[in-house]
């Protein structure tokens, strides 16, 4: 990443430290061509918010001015290197601000590669030319979180409608509306209210599964593949030859996939790290409850690794990681167990 933009407020208080990367949040339409496109950068972005900081001492970083669709996870292990070093340098908290639409999985990766200050991500889903945009105050909220020490250990945080999700829950669960993010699994740890932060729960911390200095300049390609009624599976047999280092399948309910699909699914796990989520967006993959052609017993005990309570989107950014960091299968589904144990309190 580069930084076009380094802004500093005043003051002496407080440190946050808030990178911008375009979004919705920064989006205007500026060309009069009639759709907006991220091309705010750095304190262009505040508006309201900076009559909100208050005693805090807010930098503002501008690195991208995208779309979030464009931010990729060596963008994510760029910025997280940052963090380290704003966070080590003393500042309080971390705010990143950048597109709505890939939020889930950019957070998630920065909560396995950050540690521990607070770090919190926002957006908006209004632009700022829309009535009621919610950018300053999803900001302004998400810079109170990022400023206070009882969110140490928390974990990266997505603060959106006044409500504090774990990266590790949250996912964005509806195109448009302002209270477009959710954390069916577990529900939002906290919320901001009145401008002060409530954290009502506490999530455990998660195990440190990836190490940092052994990531490699590229991040190998793991697939994404849903399963849907009446698949033939023919997308899992061209994976290998497209060059695919690592596949996540979403499998129905607990994770079950059609009978069909259990050769080529041990096939690939015979040559490849293959992740067992479900497609439901909620709950653990299961373990030791079906017994049929493609139930999560089948698949795990033909050496699928399960994804435990992550869903596929997240699991997909755990094992590229592991991959970039050169884990060989067995230590995949070592971490993936660890990561589980660590976040759910299971022996
Ligand atoms: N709709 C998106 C947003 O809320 C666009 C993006 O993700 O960049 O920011």
Known sequence: MTAPSSERGAGTRTRVVLYTTG??????????????????????????????LGDIDLEVIGVRQVPSGELTLRDAIELSDRIRHDLDGGAAGVVIAQGTDTIEEFAFALDLLSTDGPVVVTGAMRH??????????????????????????????????????AARFVRKSDSSSPAAFASRTAGPIGRVVEGRVRRYVSPAVLARVIEPTRLSADVPAVALVTCALGD??????????????????EGFGGGHVPGR???????????????????????????????????????????LISAGFLDGRKARVLLSLLLATGAPTAQVAAAFASLHRSATGLA
């Open 261 to 303: 699909l259990v050769g080529p699914l041990a096939a690939l796990a015979g040559q490849v790290p293959v992740v067992l989520a479900s497609r439901t967006g909620a709950g653990d993959t299961l373990e030791t409850t079906y017994g049929y052609d493609g139930s999560e017993r089948d698949l795990l005990g033909r050496g």
């Open 128 to 165: 700022p030319g829309e009535l009621g945009a919610d950018g300053p105050a999803n900001l302004a909220a998400a810079i109170r979180v990022a400023s206070d020490p009882g969110m140490r250990g928390s974990g990266v945080t997505v603060v959106m409608n006044d409500e504090i999700h």
């Open 232 to 249: 033939d599976g023919r997308v899992l047999e061209r994976l290998l030859e497209l060059g695919y280092a690592g596949v996540v399948v």
């Open 23 to 52: 979004g919705t949040i920064a989006s205007t339409d500026a060309d009069g061509s009639g759709g907006v496109r991220p091309n705010l950068g750095g304190a262009a972005l505040l508006g309201d918010t900076a009559g909100a």
